[in-house]
């Protein structure tokens, strides 16, 4: 039996077992009640309550204008739709920079009114001091690597990251560090496999990828994009499972039409 399907309850402690076993991460992103619920019952391993939710659920650019007060909104909607997976939340940008009593004031509000099992915060040296605080506490933090979408004004670009020897070398320095900090995980986010590869044979803390190849530990996606909802964002490490832009596109139009020519409702549909 595996580890995956044995659990009642993911907790950080499966997902280090899932890595020494062996065994993939899958861990999507959501934002609300409902997504929570159809993916929790479908077997997820981990849902993140991304900031990506600035992007997908707010319309902005990036992932930059979304509050810690939004963060904790999305959380408690998807914490009420969940029995079984691990669910992990990320610090909105400008809730942790600072300084680490920031960070750990962030990180409590999150857990206590939320009922999240984790939090997630990107970046590797500079952030080292607030895992710690955050970690002591006993709330679980998961690190982020690599491309981080918070400091894409910093980047000017969402090319792939650590190409370069002595950015790479720097990655694989934070990572241990990150491990030593306390992290229980650490996402890989659109850097080269090879990367990928030695960073998560060098930890015995899982890594979940993000355009990082096949040999990281796991895997996140955007819900949005792997359901095809979202039809302009089409990056190579991307695999849409649906097209629900064109079939929820091509309901909604023959709702309309129904309506219009008063084909709905009909005798069996009213009272």
Not at 189 to 218: F, M, N, R, W
């Amino acid at each position: 039996m595996s580890i995956h399907k044995e659990v009642k309850k993911v907790t950080t402690n499966t997902l280090q077992k899932m890595k020494l076993a062996g065994e993939k991460i899958s861990m999507l992103t959501a934002y609300d009640y409902s997504f929570a619920r159809l993916f929790d019952e479908a077997g997820i391993d981990v849902i993140l309550v991304g900031d990506s939710a600035s992007n997908v659920m707010a319309g902005h650019d990036t992932t930059v204008p979304i509050t810690l007060d939004h963060m904790i909104y999305h959380a408690q909607c998807v914490v009420r739709g969940i029995d079984r997976c691990l669910v992990v939340v990320d610090l909105p940008f400008g809730s942790y920079q600072s300084n680490s009593d920031i960070a750990l004031a962030s990180a409590i509000r999150i857990m206590k009114e939320t009922g999240g099992h984790s939090i997630k915060l990107e970046g590797g040296e500079e952030v080292v001091e607030s895992i710690r605080r955050i970690v002591s506490a006993g709330i679980p933090v998961m690190g982020h690597l690599g491309l981080t979408p918070q400091s894409i004004y910093k980047f000017g670009t969402y090319t792939v990251r650590a190409k370069e020897e002595a950015e790479a070398e720097k990655l694989k320095k934070d990572a241990l560090m990150l491990q030593e900090a306390g992290c229980f995980a650490i996402v890989l986010e659109k850097i080269p496999a090879q990367l990928a590869k030695e960073v998560s044979e060098s930890l015995h803390i899982p890594t979940i990828g993000i355009g990082a190849g096949k040999y990281c530990d796991g895997q996140v996606l955007v819900m949005h994009d792997m359901l095809g909802i979202n039809n302009d964002f089409n990056p190579r490490f991307l695999r849409k499972y649906l097209n629900l832009h064109e079939q929820i596109t091509s309901a909604v139009r023959h709702y309309i039409d129904d309506v219009r020519t008063q084909d709905f409702p009909n005798e069996q549909e009213q009272y």
